[in-house]
DNA sequence: CTGTTAGCGCATTCAG
DNA sequence: CTGAATGCGCTAACAG
């Protein structure tokens, strides 16, 4: 492998010059900065990664740390990591993976004290995250994917639920429904403050009203037979209802069911529309679900470049970017059935 | 932080005795590296893994490479990718993520050149898969995550697709079944070549004849509507068929509707296996489906494990491992109707 | 069993 | 605008 002596070597020029020639910190004449990249062309010249790293203090790795606890909402997809690898590589970074199997902020110092990493980008943040206070004591830039109203004061970007609810309340109301449903996730995972349940739970009580839309704001336990048992009582309870949003894949078979076994048809009776879910679900049922999906890859290159911004302290505002999910219209939503 | 040399001056030895009492590589007393190893403690210090990588010519890092095309088998999970976390961290070794998004050997050497990395594990490996020749060439140590006939004398670990087959159709005639259907992938990723398509529809081929099954090995494109008109062909075809294994995750809930449809239940009339599945899967269903799920979690562990050996040196042959999937029996799966 | 020392490949001072 | 020299923190000879 050719290093930066070798190009200075050929090139007839010390190494100072070839690396300021590449860094640009220091002004290189044009003639000499061009016979140096032909050379290291014809070198076929790759810095070490590593010894760049030593020198300079900075590795241009970044980590991606997910934490021990699984929540319930789809982040858990293989392609966020993948924008993220693909995000920090065209910045010019690597992207280490770390994964905590315990919630012990010790685990986190272990790797951290290795100085592998110039900044660390938080996944599945929950209330009380112990990963947040211990990288603000020892001062390792983060960023947040997802956030907590226990850190009102970090950087980060989320799905912006409240807006997504919105949207889906009123395009479903655009279609002229005016009993509209929404199926959250579970009561318990609510009333223990997890973010996206509590956010999106609000939205739809503000939101519901703001449109004149009829709403149930309703939980229901991450499981088909559950989703079954409740969306028939709603059913029963409430047979003008002629849209449902669910927000949790989980129980979208039984909501189906219990609508086709109530008499109903879908979408002709009734509309489904699925929130924060993703293509992969949507295509596995018959009809196909109109869906809002996470922009993922948009999420992840703002996270990744925002992080990136801090370390190279182009950036000095604590950034905060919402962004809502975006509609795919599929078979399951029509317009609402005429009243009779 | 501190340095190896804070701790040598504090222990009052040299810098290499502290190196070697950390790296064992040269015989230290038991006295002066148990003070060591306490005055380490007391300092609190850690190794500089970059420095440590510039000077010994190993990183301890290890590059997870995901191709450009995306498969159709489940193996895009997130789990998979922090099993390989977790097993190389319980080894020392950090895992970077690589996503390549064209399929051409050039990403893959703008990459390796950097010399970030000791070694590479290939995720979904694919017909003449241009990465394969590349690593050969260039001496880089990797292992293969799934294998392919076009590679026949690397290192790899795989699902055991035949073995699975085996056990789901043994499992089934076991419990009476003798008229099995097998829903394979799509005529067309067979007709490509894709190994766990062709595997398991030879190996149903062969051990349903062993176990003397009236079997039908058929395809069905990744639809849920190709699931339920391919079902309910086959049942109209076939009415004595009182089981069905299924290797697609998309086509289940087609599968379950024409079933029903057809005016039999599950598992009563007829029952369901879905093969190389997940949990996640399974539980998105009425009834829950029964299904062998990959052990991702061991493949992954033999997977690192494996790569890891052959950097340090400490094997020799070519590790070659296959891992059934495991039966996870749920509720779609019961004895064979008596015969009328 | 332990100490001394020369690099690893590069960034970055300090001189010119 | 360019060159020479120092050292990042550690490993691994070489020397005792």
């Known amino acids: 492998m050719a290093t930066i002596k070798d190009v200075a070597a050929k090139a007839g020029v010390s190494i100072s010059t070839v690396s300021y020639a590449i860094s640009g910190s220091r002004p290189i004449s044009e003639e000499t900065k061009a016979h140096i990249t032909r050379v290291m062309e014809e070198l076929d010249y790759r810095p070490h990664a590593i010894a760049r790293s030593l020198a300079s203090k900075k590795t241009r790795i970044i980590a991606i740390l997910y934490p021990a606890v699984e929540r319930t909402i789809g982040l858990s997809e293989l392609s966020l990591i993948t924008c ?58 983060f960023m947040l994917f997802g956030r907590d109203k226990s ?30 449903c929404f199926l959250n996730q579970s ?33 229901c336990a991450a499981d088909a037979a559950e989703g079954y048992r409740k969306t028939a009582a709603i059913l029963a309870e409430t047979p003008e209802t002629t849209a449902f949003i669910v927000m ?76 809502p999910c975006r509609l795919f219209e599929r078979m399951s939503t029509g317009p609402a059935p005429e009243k009779e």
């Open 84 to 141: 993220a690898a693909n995000a920090a590589s065209a910045l010019g970074y690597h992207l280490v993976l770390w994964s905590m199997t315990s919630n012990d902020a010790r685990d986190l110092d272990r790797l951290v004290r290795q100085e592998l990493v110039d900044g660390v980008l938080l996944m599945d943040v929950h209330n009380n995250d112990v990963r947040i206070p211990y990288l603000n004591e020892r001062n390792i830039p």
């Open 248 to 323: 949790n894949d989980r129980i979208l078979s039984g909501v189906i069911k219990a609508i086709e076994d109530s008499g109903k048809s879908i979408p002709s009776d009734v509309s489904i529309v699925a929130i924060v879910s993703s293509e992969a679900t949507a295509t596995m049922f018959i009809p196909k679900i109109t869906t809002y999906e996470m922009e993922g890859r948009e999420l992840m290159e703002l996270a990744v470049g925002q992080l990136i911004a801090k370390l190279e302290e182009s950036y000095f505002e604590v950034p905060r970017r919402l962004v």
């Open 187 to 219: 009561k318990e995972t609510h009333d223990s403050g997890y973010g996206p349940v509590v956010r999106t739970r609000d939205a739809f009580t503000v939101f519901s009203a703001d449109l004149r839309i009829r709403g149930r704001n309703e939980f």
């Open 151 to 180: 850190c009102p004061n970090e950087s980060f970007v989320d799905v912006d639920f409240a807006v997504t609810v919105y949207q889906a309340i009123a395009w479903l109301s655009g279609k002229g429904h005016r009993e509209i």
